[in-house]
């Protein structure tokens, strides 16, 4: 499996440019394909669990040839209730080998999280900070161990 850790760089990109999105967009693929290994091959809703961390809950939204769209979350207990943190919804575009934050749930828990999405407008920067996220929150999954296989 490839590492995008092992990528070599043809060209030094900028942050927050059109070509360093489009390299994000491929380090979130690269990320998801450890999450999920089949993901071309996936349907329904999984939970990953680990020791130490919080339940995932993945389900897959809609599936064609090209695309697969899904939503990736942790359910937490709250004293108002049940709380979706982060809530992410993500294309993942098979045939370009990338994967990109559709949305992001309006109601995040986390200051750092409220405070990237608060800073920019412009769509680059919504895209760009989304997708930062997302390969964030991707590298701490494959961190802490979490795998989905369709069993």
């Not at 993945?58 to 899904?70: A, D, G, K, M, P």
């Not at 993500?90 to 749930?105: F, H, M, P, S, W």
Request: net charge negative.
């Amino acid at each position: 499996m490839l590492l995008d850790s092992l990528l070599v760089p043809e060209t030094i990109v900028s942050p927050k440019s059109f070509v360093g999105l489009m390299s994000l967009y491929e380090s979130n693929y690269l990320r998801l394909l450890r999450l999920i290994p089949e993901i071309d091959r996936i349907d329904g809703c999984f939970r990953s669990r680990v020791a130490g961390d919080c339940e995932l809950f993945i389900e897959v939204i809609e599936t064609s040839r090209y695309t697969v769209t899904l939503s990736l979350t942790y359910h937490l207990s709250t004293n108002e209730g049940l709380l979706s943190d982060p809530d992410m919804m993500v294309r993942v575009y098979l045939d370009g080998q990338q994967a990109e934050v559709l949305a992001i749930g309006e109601r995040q828990r986390h200051a750092a999280l409220r405070r990237l999405i608060l800073e920019h407008k412009e769509e680059l920067d919504r895209r760009w900070r989304f997708n930062v996220i997302l390969n964030k929150w991707l590298e701490y999954l494959s961190d802490q161990g979490h795998l989905i296989l369709d069993h």
